[in-house]
């Protein structure tokens, strides 16, 4: 008997259309587990509205999406899924808490009552910290805290419910390139060491490649869905964005090509 593999997330020929302006046609893509997939794409290219089909957040005009296997409509087990949106646009950055507390919240919000931090929680919450480093950061106030470490402290907030998909819309708008670097490299070992499915949002298609290993690059329908390896294999990428550009976005090759 065949064994079905599980997916994450099935898109089936999804479109979306705004009244009559149209964002989405036709998509369809799998994200199977331990994935690490860039969703990549210009500014307008519908990016932000294919992460809000995945919520439910807009209604479909054609296609369907399934979560887990199941149709989306369906799906009640959302702390699967932890979100991460664009910097600190979830949290007053004023908020009055220290760091622990800000990643404890993330434990609270998904218990049913009583609402209370168990030992437990505790110990798991200090797995987390160490595992992100951010152990000196722990009785910190949150609003005291540089952008790279609210996103890493956001990032334990998300993982607090041991989710097996990770979403990131833009992680690293408000980074400067080193903790960029630092936290793309993160999401790369929570991926392979957790087996952590990810998605991550970005209109920087020249930088991820060195992170994600398969890139699905939409503008309004999809461009490209694949590895990166193999992408800089393909004739109608070359003919589409250019031998140079290519070799940027695949990170396989120096952008000479010759390695
Ligand atoms: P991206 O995230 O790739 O920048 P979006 O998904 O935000 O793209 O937008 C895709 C297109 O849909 C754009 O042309 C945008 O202007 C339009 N759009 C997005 N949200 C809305 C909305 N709520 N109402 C009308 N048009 C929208």
Redesign the pocket.
């Not at 500014?43 to 509205?49: E, L, S, Y």
């Given at each position: 008997m065949a064994i079905k593999k599980m997916s994450i997330i099935k898109i089936n020929n999804v479109s979306v259309s705004?009244?009559s302006?149209e964002?989405l046609r036709d998509v369809s893509c799998v994200v199977e587990p331990a994935d690490f997939i860039a969703l990549v794409?210009p500014?307008?290219?519908?990016?932000?509205?294919l992460v809000k089909s995945i919520f439910g957040l807009v209604p479909l005009k054609t296609g369907s999406i399934e979560l887990f296997d199941t149709p989306a409509r369906k799906f009640t087990q959302w702390c699967k899924v932890g979100y991460l949106p664009q910097q600190s646009s979830t949290i007053n950055p004023l908020f009055p808490a220290t760091t622990e507390e800000v990643i404890e919240l993330g434990l609270l919000s998904q218990k049913r009552n009583p609402k209370s931090i168990t030992a437990k929680d505790k110990k798991h919450v200090a797995e987390i910290i160490e595992k992100l480093k951010i152990t000196d950061l722990k009785k910190r106030m949150f609003s005291e805290l540089s952008g790279g470490q609210q996103q890493k402290v956001l990032l334990a907030r998300c993982l607090v419910s041991k989710p097996q998909l990770l979403i990131f819309d833009e992680p690293s708008t408000a980074l400067d390139p080193d903790s960029r670097e630092s936290f793309f490299e993160l999401i790369k070992q929570l991926n392979k060491q957790d087996g952590i499915a990810v998605l991550l949002v970005t209109h920087d298609a020249g930088f991820v490649g060195k992170f994600a290993q398969k890139l699905l690059y939409i503008d309004k329908k999809i461009v490209y869905f694949g590895k990166f390896s193999e992408f800089c294999k393909s004739d109608d990428m070359r003919a589409f964005f250019g031998e140079h550009y290519q070799h940027i976005v695949c990170h396989q090759h120096d952008i000479t090509g010759n390695n």
């Open positions: 705004y009244n302006h964002a794409g500014n307008g290219a519908g990016k932000t509205t």
